[in-house]
């Protein structure tokens, strides 16, 4: 028979698998949300760096704008609309962190944004953003 302290050894890796399996597919932080809640030491390091990251897509803004993990890191260069990227799907990003200033949203990332867009970019300037030179829709289990 199990001592009480041994069904608690037993017990909470248990639980442990169990929390874990119910967080697949919730948004996680990304590297630049990580920079960003860091010094601005932090921050400086990971501008014009290249990230590559796998997280949920927390919400489509338009067809050139998505954000992704648990403080919505903006993500653009892509056309989310063609690729059929949706709220809630699990993608794999890989783009060059920059931040947003109004006046490089559409003339320095290239990108032609529509209102609903430049509204969200503007209310987030001075944030870190993802210009993505790939994205892919992740297979879900």
Do not use: H
């Amino acid at each position: 028979m199990l001592t009480s302290s041994k069904k608690k050894m037993f017990a909470l890796p248990a639980a442990a698998a169990f929390a874990s399996a119910l967080m697949v597919g919730c948004a996680e932080e990304t590297p630049v949300q990580e920079a960003e809640e860091g010094d601005a030491a932090a921050t400086a390091a990971i501008l014009s760096e290249t990230v590559t990251m796998q997280n949920e897509v927390t919400e489509v803004v338009g067809p050139n704008l998505f954000t992704v993990g648990e403080d919505d890191t903006p993500v653009v260069g892509v056309d989310a609309s063609a690729m059929d990227i949706n709220d809630g799907d699990m993608v794999q990003v890989t783009g060059t962190v920059r931040q947003i200033v109004e006046t490089d949203i559409e003339t320095g990332w290239g990108v032609e944004f529509n209102e609903d867009e430049v509204s969200y970019l503007v209310e987030r300037e001075l944030d870190l953003g993802v210009v993505a030179d790939d994205a892919q829709v992740l297979e879900q289990d």
